[in-house]
């Protein structure tokens, strides 16, 4: 399942991604927004798909906003949550290899939705590596998750 999200600077893209997911029979829940409101706060929706990816952990979650900035500090502050800010393929695909980032943000202001859509796929398509070294660094960062 894919959760995705945005606020009003990334609704346009996120409504054409579920048309795509729907044209490739991806499983994917819309989180919100639900319609445009350009006072909406980017908070509400990487929650939304953060907590979403949290209890669901063999999941992964897309945020979209302008600069992707803030979506990806919110969705950090859950537990397990790993969200990197998307811009370049070899940088999601690292993400995904080494640190099994299981939640991308996409700064639409900043990326054509052809990008967009080569991030995605490989968001979606690179297994985490499981080697011991990367295991080892995300033990770290559990540790850290739970303020020991």
Not at 4 to 12: Q, T, W
Not at 31 to 58: H, N, P, Q, T, Y
Not at 120 to 142: A, C, D, M, W, Y
Request: charged share 30%; net charge negative.
């Amino acid at each position: 399942m894919i959760y995705l999200g945005s606020d009003h600077r990334g609704f346009e893209y996120k409504e054409r991604l579920k048309q795509w997911f729907g044209d490739r029979n991806i499983k994917f829940e819309d989180c919100g927004a639900f319609d445009l409101k350009s006072d909406d706060d980017f908070v509400d929706f990487a929650s939304s798909v953060a907590r979403k990816v949290m209890i669901d952990s063999g999941h992964r979650g897309i945020l979209i906003c302008n600069n992707g900035v803030g979506m990806d500090i919110s969705a950090n502050k859950y537990d397990g949550i790993r969200c990197v800010l998307a811009f370049d393929v070899e940088q999601v695909r690292l993400a995904r290899n080494d640190d099994d980032t299981n939640v991308i943000a996409i700064p639409s202001g900043f990326l054509s939705f052809e990008k967009i859509l080569d991030l995605i796929e490989v968001f979606l398509n690179t297994p985490f590596s499981n080697q011991e070294r990367f295991n080892r660094r995300l033990g770290k960062i559990k540790t850290i998750e739970h303020g020991r």
